[in-house]
Nanobody, 118 residues
Framework: EVQLQASGGGVAQAGGSLRLSCVVS????????IGWFREAPGKKREEISC????????RFKDPVKGRFNVSVDYDKNTNYLEMNDLKPEDTAVYYC???????????WGQGTLVTVSS
């Protein structure tokens, strides 16, 4: 069974930080691009990051570029999304998924809710 379990969501004030975790099982962690997506109220789901399965680098989409970062723990098969300088517009359900290198996405995890208050 393939699982991508996202956790770490919660409530933060604008300008604050949160760290989300995506624990991957059932697939070879380092053979898949692990991406983070979010779905804000009234908006379509959008990709915000993708960690390459080829060189392990992460690309970020413009709305989060410079504010969010990713770290990876290969021993724990976990991709961490570090969110800084949070803004109210970051409020969304956040999902991790695979394979962001190759679309369409094959596997979706459960979401974790992030709420940013002003």
């Amino acid at each position: 069974e393939v699982q991508l379990q996202a956790s770490g969501g919660g409530v933060a004030q604008a300008g604050g930080s949160l760290r989300l975790s995506c624990v991957v099982s059932g697939i070879s962690f380092d053979a898949y691009g692990i991406g983070w997506f979010r779905e804000a109220p009234g908006k379509k789901r959008e990709e915000i990051s993708c960690t390459s399965s080829i060189d392990d680098s992460t690309r970020f989409k413009d709305p989060v570029k410079g504010r969010f970062n990713v770290s990876v723990d290969y021993d724990k098969n976990t991709n961490y999304l570090e969110m800084n300088d949070l803004k109210p517009e970051d409020t969304a359900v956040y999902y991790c998924a695979a394979d962001c290198d190759i679309h369409p996405i094959d596997y979706w995890g459960q979401g974790t809710l992030v709420t940013v208050s002003s």
